[in-house]
């Protein structure tokens, strides 16, 4: 009993001296992040009373250290620029990316697809092996796809980049985007973004007559070519997708490049087809009861 009782006093102890450092020791930036947090008077003081000092000090950090990781700047999801002196092997590079101008320091080391994710928030574009393998990491560079991983953003200096946040123009999906969804070009869409980029990309190609590996009589092709099923397979050979969503990827591609439009073969499910097959089943299981 006099242990249990010691171990007692000893807890009150800790918990006044938390509650102390509650009254005392907060700063001005973990009382505002308590206040967004909505732990406020009585809770405070038992959060705080129960996390003690050096807990919510790393946990502060933390969340003060992400809030500033994915400040705004200018409304989007900018990530914050560290200081020119900050970085090693500076230089700075500037570049249209998606019609914006952009003028970032960066280390003469980043890759285009880095300063893309991590400099300028521009996530879409996707890091899948980071080795030039898979094409998640598509982007298009001065009209030609490239694999952004493998590219230097030093290299970049008054180029124009087009990153998949850039295709659609505005709300209006670019017809590539409408295709994919009217196909069911995907399934997890990891490799998505990349398949969309090269493939707008490819019907320029298209459009220059621009040969493939595939490509019959080289000699006779002339200015703008109309691409068969193995054209495409080939052309897109470098996106992978682990989904397989392969066929219905050409399908999409060779909708928009040939311009004729199929019917899609499957409807969303709206709340008349869910109807539909509500109605099913209750016809089924009547049936099993007479
Ligand atoms: S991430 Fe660039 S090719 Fe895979
Ligand atoms: S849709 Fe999942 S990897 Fe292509």
Redesign the pocket.
């Known amino acids: 009993m006099k242990e249990l009782n010691e171990g007692l006093e000893s807890y009150d102890v800790i918990t006044h001296a938390n509650e102390m450092f509650v009254a005392e020791e907060l700063t001005e930036d973990e009382e505002k992040l308590l206040d967004e947090l909505g732990i406020v008077g009585e809770s405070r003081r038992k959060f705080l009373g129960q996390v003690g000092a050096a807990g919510f000090g790393m946990l502060a950090l933390q969340v003060l250290t992400s809030q500033e990781m994915f400040a705004a700047e200018g409304g989007g999801f900018e990530v914050a620029s560290p200081k020119a002196d900050a970085i090693e092997n500076a230089v700075k590079v500037v570049m249209k990316i998606n019609g914006d101008k952009k003028s970032l320091n960066v280390d003469s080391r980043m890759t285009l697809?880095d300063a893309l994710r991590e400099r300028l928030g521009l996530t879409g574009s996707?890091?899948?092996?980071?080795?030039?393998?898979?094409?998640?990491?598509?982007v298009i560079v001065d009209g030609e796809r490239i694999?952004?991983?493998?590219t230097l953003m030093a290299t970049c200096e008054g180029k124009d980049v087009t990153t998949i946040e850039g295709i659609a123009s505005g709300e209006k999906l670019h017809p590539m985007q409408e295709a994919f969804i009217k196909y069911d070009g995907f399934q997890c869409g990891y490799c998505t973004p990349g398949q969309i980029c090269s493939s707008v990309a490819l019907l320029d190609e298209a459009e220059k007559g621009e040969v493939s590996f595939v490509t019959e009589n080289i000699s006779a092709k002339s200015r703008s070519m109309t691409l068969s099923d193995d054209e495409i397979r080939e052309r897109m050979a470098g996106n992978l997708c682990r989904c397989g969503a392969y066929p219905n990827i050409v399908k999409a591609i060779k909708e928009v490049h040939r311009g004729e439009e199929t019917a899609a073969t499957w409807n969303f499910a709206t709340p008349n087809n869910d109807n539909v097959a509500e109605n099913k089943i209750k016809e089924d299981a009547q049936n099993e009861t007479v």
């Open positions: 697809l996707k890091k899948g092996c980071d080795h030039g393998q898979c094409g998640a990491c598509t694999l952004s991983c493998l």
